[in-house]
């Protein structure tokens, strides 16, 4: 069980860690060509469109975001959170002066495990 700090650190960090997971959805939605390019060619080779790849992911990351703020079960979207951003990392190495944040971002995730795991 959480402690009252526990509770509002975890609450702070579920809130920065789903608006990290809601924007792109939102921004790659305005405008998609600006975020089509963060897909692997391999794994654009395998969608039909890259609209429906982008908008898809875009789904998947509401999702988890919303998943987290809930609080429920929230071991499982950490363990996404945390597979999804280091993937994004690796697969996009050369752009990882833009993507250096998401190692934080994952790290955030991370401190949350940490934080939950004897709670479930």
């Avoid at 939605?29 to 897909?39: M, T």
């Avoid at 060619?41 to 975001?65: K, N, Q």
């Avoid at 071991?75 to 050369?94: E, K, Q, R």
Wanted: glycine share 4%.
């Amino acid at each position: 069980m959480l402690d009252k700090n526990q509770k509002n650190a975890s609450l702070i960090l579920r809130i920065g860690l789903a608006f990290a997971f809601l924007y792109p959805p939102i921004a790659a939605f305005l405008d998609p060509a600006s975020w089509i390019g963060y897909f692997p060619g391999f794994v654009r080779d395998i969608s039909p469109s890259d609209a429906l790849l982008l908008h898809s992911f875009g789904i998947l990351e509401v999702i988890i975001a919303l998943w987290i703020l809930s609080g429920k079960k929230i071991l499982y979207p950490l363990y996404a959170a945390i597979i999804l951003l280091a993937g994004i990392v690796v697969f996009n190495w050369t752009q990882f002066p833009v993507l250096f944040r998401d190692v934080s971002i994952a790290a955030m995730a991370i401190a949350l495990v940490y934080l939950h795991r004897d709670c479930e």
